[in-house]
């Protein structure tokens, strides 16, 4: 099984600040990338999928470097209820997902 | 809409039972997936289905554990005797198509082996 790496944190950020996140992962063969978001006793909830390209939802800006094999996730104007766990989601295989352990973020007013 | 269901949300048993967690799918999504979370590491693949038939079962931790998916819309996993290491969340997902989809996930089964 291929390996996705990321800084556990946590990242503590005051309230309208910016933050980034950052994942590798090793399977230069993988194709679809994601960032989900899990709360503390829930689910992972898909955030955004990120594409070659660089993609944008609202504060949410997710960027792919395939030559590092390095994804990014960056947050711009934190909110409290941006508190979560970010997770780093990498394809394997072509159906299974591997995911890493996480950054914690609290955003403080 | 209903998201992937399942249940229980939490369990908690002594050593030596069997426990069965089930799950139901989002309708119309062909892909099923069983996961395991802990702290120490994470979320781990245990098996995927695909149309009803299990593709991958390499994450299943040892013979204890079993997996079966009757029809499309229910999936069981189980565990025949439980150990206190067994304890865990519980993750089923589902997916529509099961290459480079998004997972969508269930609110998980809490489980405690005392």
């Known amino acids: 099984r291929k390996e996705v790496e990321q800084d556990p944190g946590p990242f503590n950020v005051p309230e309208g600040a910016t933050v980034a996140f950052n994942c590798t992962y090793s399977?230069?063969?993988?194709?679809?990338f994601f960032w989900y978001r899990q709360d503390c006793r829930k689910e992972p909830k898909l955030l955004m999928s990120?594409?070659?390209s660089g993609n944008e939802d609202g504060r949410f800006t997710a960027q792919l470097n395939r030559a590092s094999q390095y994804i990014s996730l960056l947050i711009r104007d934190s909110k409290l209820s941006d508190s979560a766990t970010y997770l780093c989601?990498?394809?394997?295989?072509?159906?299974?997902?591997?995911f890493g352990k996480g950054t914690s973020l609290l955003v403080t007013p | 809409d209903a998201g992937v269901i399942q249940s229980p949300r939490h369990e908690v048993t002594e050593m030596g039972q069997e426990v069965t967690l089930r799950c139901k799918p989002i309708s119309g999504h062909n892909s099923l997936f069983w996961y395991r979370q802990t702290m120490m590491r994470g979320l781990e693949l245990l098996i995927y289905f695909n149309n009803n038939v299990p593709i991958d079962d390499s994450g299943m931790p040892e013979d204890r554990f079993s997996a079966k998916m009757p029809n499309a819309s229910f999936s069981t996993l189980k565990i025949q005797p439980s150990e206190p290491r067994d304890s865990a969340v519980y993750f089923c997902?589902?997916?529509?198509?099961?290459?480079?989809?998004?997972?969508?996930f269930g609110d998980g089964t809490r489980l405690s082996i005392l």
């Open positions: 990120v594409y070659s």
């Open positions: 997902a589902s997916a529509d198509r099961a290459w480079n989809q998004p997972q969508h």
């Open positions: 989601v990498v394809e394997w295989a072509g159906y299974a997902l591997n």
């Open positions: 399977n230069s063969a993988s194709q679809s």
